[in-house]
């Protein structure tokens, strides 16, 4: 960490310091992934998606602050040259006069351990920022962290599936005001649209990918080159930490609608899918990147199948979680992880395996008591499952309500305001049938036999919706009323 630029520097000098803490919080791996729409028209689409980067630590970073725009409507507000801006000295931060036309603006609290959301923009409260589910950060070995935002909504301002440059910018204060940018990392190209893979398959039976790369540019020719990682912790985002490179910078050229890429996957990452980032070099869309799963056929057997898992509150401060395994190959034990809705998974103990060597092909059975657990919210709970060799897989979520949270059913956030929400039922195992209708009667969605006690629906349209749940056990019958706000 810097310690602050001192007054006594000569005026040179500073210069030439400022320019430099700019530099330090430069931002890589900028990646969008799971792109969903909701809603399209002539000249917007509606979206949800996960975004992560990684940016450079650096004692200027208290508020972390990104703009996104339409490359086309971008208007270079830090005169940007090469990633970095073209001022000397302090910058005052941009307000909404400055970020006209932006479709993405959201704002990080950075200044404590975990990150935090802002739900207002300091420097000017005419900016709005969008909604965004729950964001996580990682310290790296290079004393740079990790972000990961999942949930993201925007309404791009073309209609979907049209090909379009994003260029973002990033930045960071640490006046108590975020009135200062100290440091910025700016027009940052993301494409898209302008490519995608289909029919992308990770094979570890004969150890090779295959994926379908399609170019809907609109031009002739479209050139780039890829990266293709294996996704080694299993979380679906890319860390250029923690996973691995199993092809490394291959030139990709596509005439005409489509080309098909191949490679081989070392036997160590067999079972794990990988990602696939992609770089453009050439026409409208240079430097942009995309990044696109390939998932595995997991034809082999997985390390530990879980039979079953459940967590249940047992009283103010304790809660109780089960799980069973039928069969563990080179296990080496459970990290058992909860997230008390700070939008942060923390380690709360590490189980080790019960099985000889780390492998069993009968039923084991395992539990754990959480006794610090005196939240009055919703925590969720995970089972991180480690291997011998360190590699890892998690389990599904599951739910427990506060100690004086009432009620069977617990449906939140509600009203929603993302088209997004979690349904928690009671702590009582059972099997459930449930019905999501909307108030004409019409059945929106339908989940048979479901055996868990958490679930998440997304995707909703602005409206109210009944939510139905049949206990087939014990043959009781329970309605919520869900609202989804407009996004």
Not at 116 to 130: C, E, H, K, R
Not at 429 to 437: F, I
Request: aromatic content about 8%.
């Amino acid at each position: 960490m810097k310690t602050p630029l001192r007054y006594l520097l000569a005026i040179s000098l500073m210069g030439l310091a400022l320019q430099k803490t700019n530099a330090q919080c430069s931002v890589s791996d900028v990646l969008i992934q799971n792109i969903v729409s909701t809603q399209s028209t002539a000249n917007s689409c509606s979206a949800t998606f996960d975004l992560s980067f990684t940016m450079e630590t650096n004692n200027g970073n208290k508020f972390i602050f990104l703009h996104a725009w339409a490359e086309s409507a971008y208007p270079d507000f830090f005169k940007c040259v090469n990633g970095l801006p073209s001022h000397n000295g302090t910058i005052q931060a941009p307000t909404a006069s400055d970020l006209t036309g932006t479709f993405l603006n959201i704002g990080i609290d950075n200044s404590g351990d975990v990150p935090v959301l802002l739900t207002s923009y300091p420097p000017d409260a005419g900016i709005t920022f969008n909604s965004v589910a729950s964001i996580t950060s990682t310290l790296l070995p290079d004393g740079s962290t990790f972000f990961v935002l999942t949930g993201v909504t925007a309404t791009f301002p073309v209609a979907c599936g049209t090909p379009f440059l994003m260029a973002l910018d990033f930045w960071s204060s640490q006046a108590a005001q975020a009135q200062n940018a100290q440091c910025v990392s700016c027009h940052r190209l993301y494409a898209i649209n302008y490519l995608t893979a289909t029919a992308g398959l990770a094979n570890c039976a004969t150890l090779t990918y295959t994926a379908t790369l399609t170019n809907l540019s609109g031009e002739a020719t479209l050139t780039g080159n890829y990266v293709v990682f294996a996704d080694v912790n299993g979380d679906g985002h890319l860390s250029t930490v923690a996973d691995v490179i199993i092809t490394d910078t291959a030139q990709f050229t596509i005439t005409g609608a489509s080309t098909a890429i191949t490679g081989t996957i070392p036997s160590v990452n067999i079972n794990q899918d990988l990602l696939l980032v992609a770089t453009i070099t050439g026409g409208v869309a240079n430097g942009g990147t995309v990044v696109i799963l390939i998932p595995s056929t997991l034809c082999a057997p997985l390390p530990v199948t879980f039979k079953s898992f459940n967590a249940t509150r047992i009283n103010r401060t304790s809660v109780a979680l089960k799980w069973e395994t039928a069969t563990e190959t080179n296990n080496s034990g459970f990290a058992v992880q909860r997230n008390m809705g700070r939008g942060i998974w923390e380690l709360v103990a590490f189980v080790p395996t019960q099985a000889l060597d780390g492998n069993s092909s009968s039923s084991l059975a395992y539990a754990f008591s959480d006794i610090d657990n005196s939240s009055k919210g919703i925590t969720q709970y995970r089972i991180r499952q480690v291997d011998i060799d360190g590699r890892s897989k998690f389990s599904e979520i599951r739910s427990v309500r506060g100690f004086e949270q009432s009620g069977k059913i617990i449906v939140y956030p509600n009203p929603s305001n993302d088209g997004r929400v979690n349904v928690v039922f009671d702590d009582a195992e059972g099997t459930r049938d449930v019905m999501l209708m909307d108030m004409s009667g019409r059945m929106v969605k339908q989940w048979k036999g479901v055996t868990g006690n958490t679930l998440q629906i997304d995707n909703l349209i602005q409206g109210m919706y009944s939510l139905k749940v049949f206990n087939r056990e014990t043959g009781e019958q329970n309605i919520q009323k869900i609202v989804i706000n407009s996004r």
